[in-house]
């Protein structure tokens, strides 16, 4: 009963939280995701990566049908550089004997620019138009990323501090307009004005702190 109360606290903190708090929240999810050395994600996967989402709070569950829905953000590597944060939402349904609820943290690596281009263009469900596999975590990781990506994305979560290894297949990504215009305040079509520093937050510091993370993060040497 305390982790369903728990969780439908998640969910109306979620629903309400303004996109500073979003950001805020996507570095700590990070931090927790390379916290411990047995079940960070591979620095070496940053590297190579082409983009990164950030999915704080992803709430699962259900009774028979399951549905999820969480909000986050979405970086795009410009060369060695990334983007700014673009707001996203990703949400589903999947049948099954499920009951209850949980707050599940999530990382999705995408293996190419493309991959993540194809988000901006228009939604796109995971497993069917980009492929999705849990990604390998750890030292053992590391050493498993000198292989090419088999998957488009490599997803990484985390359940109650935990690591999960939730499989995403079916769950639909897509750009949050509203949030990009509230944020950013640009034509929120032209989304690609974020990528390329165009449309900018003047000064966020949240912002600063979420990239100098994901680049400290892809600089480390196992």
């Known amino acids: ?14 629903l309400v939280a303004d996109e500073n708090s979003l950001l805020i929240k996507a570095v700590n999810t990070l931090d927790r995701f390379m916290a411990l050395p047995e079940e960070r994600i591979p620095p070496k996967l940053f590297k190579k990566a082409g ?20 909000k986050g953000v979405l970086l795009i590597k410009n060369g060695k550089e990334w983007s ?16 209850g609820l949980e707050a599940i943290d999530v990382v999705l690596v995408f293996a190419d620019k493309k991959s993540a281009l194809e988000l901006l263009e228009g939604k796109v469900t995971l497993g069917a138009d980009l492929s ?4 390998p975590v750890g030292r053992a990781g590391q050493a498993a990323t000198d292989i090419d990506f088999k998957a488009k994305i490599y997803s990484y979560s985390r359940s109650m501090g935990a690591f999960a ?3 995403l ?13 509230r944020f ?20 966020n510091q949240f ?16």
Not at 89 to 96: D, M
Not at 184 to 203: A, E, F, Q, R, W
């Open 165 to 167: 290894g939730i499989a």
């Open 51 to 70: 983009a990164i989402a950030i999915i704080p709070n992803l709430v699962r569950g259900g009774f028979i049908v399951g549905a999820r829905y969480g």
């Open 207 to 222: 912002l600063k702190v979420l990239k100098r993370k994901l680049n400290e993060y892809s600089s480390w040497h196992e």
């Open 169 to 181: 297949a079916g769950a639909v990504l897509e750009v949050d307009y509203d949030a990009n215009m």
């Open 84 to 99: 700014d944060p673009i707001f996203i939402k990703i949400y589903g349904g999947s049948l099954g004997w499920q009951i």
């Open 132 to 135: 999705v596999a849990v990604g």
């Open 184 to 203: 950013y305040g640009c034509d929120p079509s032209k989304v690609y004005l974020i990528i390329n520093g165009t449309c900018k937050h003047k000064n």
């Open 1 to 14: 009963m305390k982790k369903f109360f728990i969780v439908i606290f998640s969910l109306f903190t979620l």
